[in-house]
């Protein structure tokens, strides 16, 4: 076995970051539709989460945005002329075509893609599958640039396998990482794969939610365990409870998060709870007693708590071997019955034993907490070192990106701004900066020409 250890890769905030409620189905997004909102907050905001952890000791990387508005989506779409006349012509006839071309939802990188281990694939190597995102126009037109900005920063064909996002059509709806977790002992050791589907495609028995859609086919998450070639008896599926989607969970992460031999999971999470333990220790073998189920009963936290606080859609990272740090956003502090909550658990006698608390509320304000905005890879110190080093979080990069950001960012977005053909260049002359900071190449279809 190989030492490795899980980096944390968060998707930086960008230029346009807006309010437009794009999201049926993410209360926090529909809520908020009309704010205005504060890009330069918002990027500073992750910037701050990102170094806390990297002064903390863990690997922490940095994702860049997608170039938004993305004019060659509204190009497709029938708006043409130059690129101030498609902004002018979205904004006139379909005013949220071009919110949606605008939104910089990329910054959740947990929807990025699903990420294995070498530790857990055929061929030893960290396999990437970007999520189409199909559910959502708006992010459905991520996955292309989010592949060319993974295989820039994980470049080197030894160590990492890029592959394509799957079909976009709902039958492989998938959300990547914010419906898949992993289990083991040790980093480097083979894991559990664990993924959480919404819906099944192909068989009309397996029960669906009724209000809001079920962005994840299990069929979906069965196609990235074949190309990731892991091992059958050591990937788990289970079925999201329909209730909690129509409750707002739009994704599994907003309700359970696993690490090592950790699940902190809700007892309403899944439709079957006893089938989840089962199967996970049939996964994990020998030494049952080691794992820690750790559920949460809606006697102590409701749905509805939990999707206003964002308690599970928190990073637990392992400080060593018996200790983790629950990493959660500012609003657990304002729910009592969350707050109470989390004090008991790091009180108590399980591997979770200390919260840090970081304001998120520009992000979370569309539905993203801790979690979203990260996405987790675990490498060896070969793979470590073979990923691109100038996407990797420390205090040079940082200083570097918060006056990148003080350079370029507004601090006030509203939707008519988002026609504005300034916003455009300032966006791409932001972005363009910053693939030579990070040294991406082209990775923009504006710097293709
Ligand atoms: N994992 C968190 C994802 C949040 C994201 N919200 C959004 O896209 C909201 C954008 C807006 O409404 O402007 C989503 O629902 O996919």
Not at 175 to 199: D, L, P
Not at 244 to 266: E, K, L, M, T
Not at 277 to 290: F, L, R, S, V, Y
Request: contains cysteine; proline residues 5%.
């Amino acid at each position: 076995m190989n030492k490795a250890n899980e980096a944390n890769f968060d998707g930086l905030v960008g230029p346009t970051h807006n309010y437009s409620g794009l999201s049926f189905g993410n209360v926090a997004s529909l809520n908020n539709v009309d704010q205005p909102s504060n890009p330069k907050e918002a990027a500073k905001q992750g910037l701050t989460k990102m170094k806390a952890l990297a002064d903390m000791g863990f690997i922490q990387g940095v994702l860049a945005p997608h170039e938004r508005p993305h004019i060659p989506s509204l190009r497709r779409l029938g708006f043409s002329g130059s690129d101030a006349q498609v902004l002018q012509q979205a904004s006139k006839h379909a005013p949220k075509i071009l919110a949606a071309a605008s939104s910089a939802s990329c910054m959740w990188t947990a929807n990025a893609a699903t990420v294995s281990p070498s530790a857990d694939t055929h061929d030893g190597r960290v396999h990437f599958t970007p999520a189409n995102l199909v559910n959502k126009f708006h992010r459905s037109i991520e996955h292309e640039t989010t592949g060319a900005i993974l295989a820039a920063t994980f470049n080197n064909a030894e160590h990492f396998a890029h592959h394509q996002a799957l079909p976009s059509v709902d039958h492989f709806g998938d959300e990547g990482a914010a419906n898949h977790t992993r289990f083991s002992a040790e980093y480097g050791q083979q894991g559990i794969e664990f993924f959480v589907y919404g819906m099944a495609a192909f068989d009309s028995s397996v029960p669906k939610p009724s209000r809001f859609p079920a962005r994840h086919t299990l069929e979906a998450s069965q196609a990235v365990a074949r190309m990731h070639g892991l091992t059958d008896e050591k990937v788990v599926y289970a079925q999201q409870n329909p209730a909690v989607i129509d409750a707002g969970v739009f994704h599994n992460d907003v309700i359970a998060v696993g690490n090592r031999n950790a699940h902190f999971y809700h007892q309403e999470a899944f439709l079957d709870t006893e089938k989840m333990q089962k199967d996970i220790m049939t996964a994990w073998g020998d030494n049952p007693e080691t794992f820690h189920f750790i559920e949460v009963p809606s006697q102590l936290v409701s749905v509805e708590e939990c999707v206003k606080s964002y308690l599970f859609n928190s990073q637990l990272l392992s400080r060593n071997a018996n200790d983790m740090t629950i990493v959660v956003p500012g609003e657990c502090q304002n729910i009592p019955a969350v707050w109470e909550y989390l004090n008991s658990l790091v009180a108590g006698q399980g591997p979770i034993n200390q919260v840090k608390v970081y304001d998120l509320k520009q992000s979370m304000s569309n539905g993203g907490g801790p979690a979203c905005l990260r996405l987790r890879v675990v490498l060896t110190e070969a793979e470590h070192a073979a990923v691109n080093p100038h996407c990797l979080m420390n205090d040079a990069l940082y200083a570097t990106l918060n006056q990148w950001v003080d350079k370029h960012y507004r601090d006030r977005l509203i939707e008519k701004d988002l026609a504005d053909p300034q916003l455009l260049m300032e966006s791409r002359t932001a972005l363009d900066e910053l693939t030579k900071i990070m040294q991406l190449g082209s990775v923009y279809d504006f710097q293709k020409g």
